[in-house]
């Protein structure tokens, strides 16, 4: 039987077109990163290859800089107000045949494919009185002109006072599952930041999704964007998605990196049980180039891994922002160091012990452990702008116990450092903007 848990039982790792690629991704490049990924990825659990936003708009990208999304752009549509890939970008979708050759080779590698698309239906269908399949409605009887995207104008929101209108999703998710889509992110769906009296305006429309993915007959992991997400709906998103963003996009500054700890704090009680808070993706390495200005990340070294260590401390989903072949080996190492890795499957827990300016404690535990105590991850930041000691008394830390000794291994490093008492105060030389990730163990 069907259950969006089982779809996705630990957090999704992978890689997505847009923080490189923007609107302009070929499918030339999907299989560059797909091959990439395979070679060297996949065995360390990374597996989803996500094509980003506009593929089935041929001329995405021309107008660049000046303009991101094309105003009244013809997308590729089939006879039923969907979405195609547009061929000029997809040569393999030519004569009807979809995404499905190219989600064929991304299995072919032993990974997973992924699309996203924007909440509704396409104004050029609404505006052409395009037909719906399955019912006698044309896309302008089930389009909400009034509820539409306040960064995109590609879209409008279905009409969710007419039930018929649901029969969209059910077609479109139809034909994704003929394709072979395992993942698909849904965007101005999570907050509709058009409207912020009432952020969480397409509650109906996600509901018809998540229905219209189970009806579709094919597992899909469901991801919502853009953030931040509602938290006065955590039931409903625990109950439909299994991502979902907790911050608008993410890039690569020190002040979002710093402001994610806070997020991740409002969202530590939802983590788990197929559903993971999404801290977006992990802008590494060169970006940007579909924006017209490719460059190197921002972030330092140490605020790079002071990224990966709360995303995986706090079990994110892991999304790689880069153009995987042109990728440098020390970032590589960053992604695949396996002992960081293994917090998004074998640990459960992730709080949030302290935060002041200065510092931020969170810990977690280790699954299959017969006691909590035998197995704590324990993450120590420092986010002055300053080296400094970091440090946490061990019995403020839940499940830590006095007089029991604990053994330390430094996860990064892969080294061990020395036994604790868990009545000790645990202090370490930090850099700025820098993280520890260790390993308490009891001996």
């Given at each position: 039987m069907y259950s969006k848990n089982n779809v996705a039982p630990y957090p999704p790792m992978g890689w997505n077109s847009y923080d490189y690629y923007n609107t302009m991704v070929t499918e030339e490049e999907v299989k560059a990163n797909a091959d990439y990924m395979a070679r060297n990825l996949k065995k360390y659990g990374w597996e989803y290859v996500v094509i980003d936003i506009q593929w089935s708009d041929p001329a995405a990208g021309s107008q660049n800089p000046k303009v991101q999304y094309i105003p009244f752009s013809h997308f590729c549509l089939?006879?039923?107000?969907?979405?195609?890939?547009?061929?000029?970008?997809?040569?393999?979708?030519?004569?009807?045949?979809?995404?499905?050759?190219?989600?064929?080779?991304?299995?072919?590698?032993?990974?997973?494919?992924?699309?996203?698309?924007?909440?509704?239906?396409?104004?050029?269908?609404?505006?052409?009185?395009?037909?719906?399949?399955?019912?006698?409605?044309?896309?302008?009887?089930?389009?909400?002109?009034?509820?539409?995207?306040?960064?995109?104008?590609?879209?409008?929101?279905?009409d969710t006072n007419k039930e018929e209108a649901a029969a969209y999703y059910d077609s479109i998710f139809e034909l994704y599952a003929q394709w072979g889509v395992d993942y698909v992110k849904v965007d101005d769906i999570c907050n509709t930041n058009m409207y912020p009296s009432n952020p969480y305006s397409a509650e109906k429309e996600i509901e018809w999704i998540a229905r219209a993915i189970e009806k579709s007959g094919r597992p899909m992991v469901l991801s919502l964007s853009p953030g931040p997400a509602v938290i006065e709906k955590a039931w409903h998103l625990e109950k439909y998605a299994n991502m979902w963003r907790i911050t608008d996009d993410f890039w690569d500054t020190w002040p979002l990196l710093k402001n994610m700890f806070e997020r991740c704090e409002v969202w530590q009680k939802h983590v788990g049980e197929g559903n993971w808070p999404d801290c977006d993706m992990l802008p590494l390495d060169k970006l940007g180039k579909g924006f017209g200005n490719e460059w190197q990340s921002r972030l330092t070294p140490e605020e790079q891994k002071t990224m990966l260590t709360l995303w995986t401390i706090f079990r994110s989903p892991l999304m790689i922002g880069t153009d995987l072949p042109q990728m440098s080996s020390e970032t590589l190492a960053l992604l695949t160091n396996e002992e960081v890795l293994a917090l998004e499957k074998n640990s459960h827990g992730a709080y949030q012990v302290m935060r002041d300016e200065n510092q931020c404690i969170w810990a977690s535990y280790v699954n299959g452990c017969p006691h909590r105590e035998s197995g704590v991850n324990l993450a120590l930041f420092n986010l002055s702008d300053e080296e400094r000691e970091v440090?946490?008394?061990?019995?403020?830390?839940?499940?830590?116990?006095?007089?029991?000794?604990?053994?330390?291994?430094?996860?990064?490093?892969?080294?061990?450092?020395?036994?604790?008492?868990?009545?000790?105060e645990l202090s370490l030389t930090v850099p700025a903007h820098g993280s520890v990730l260790l390993l308490l163990e009891t001996k």
């Open positions: 089939d006879e039923y107000s969907r979405q195609i890939p547009a061929p000029n970008r997809f040569p393999s979708s030519k004569n009807g045949a979809g995404f499905k050759p190219l989600a064929d080779y991304v299995h072919s590698l032993g990974l997973k494919f992924g699309i996203h698309i924007m909440r509704g239906i396409p104004r050029y269908a609404a505006h052409n009185h395009l037909k719906i399949k399955g019912t006698d409605l044309t896309a302008d009887q089930i389009a909400n002109p009034f509820s539409i995207s306040r960064w995109n104008p590609d879209m409008y929101g279905l440090s946490v008394k061990l019995s403020e830390v839940k499940g830590i116990l006095e007089g029991t000794i604990y053994s330390v291994r430094d996860l990064w490093d892969k080294s061990n450092l020395f036994p604790l008492d868990g009545a000790a």
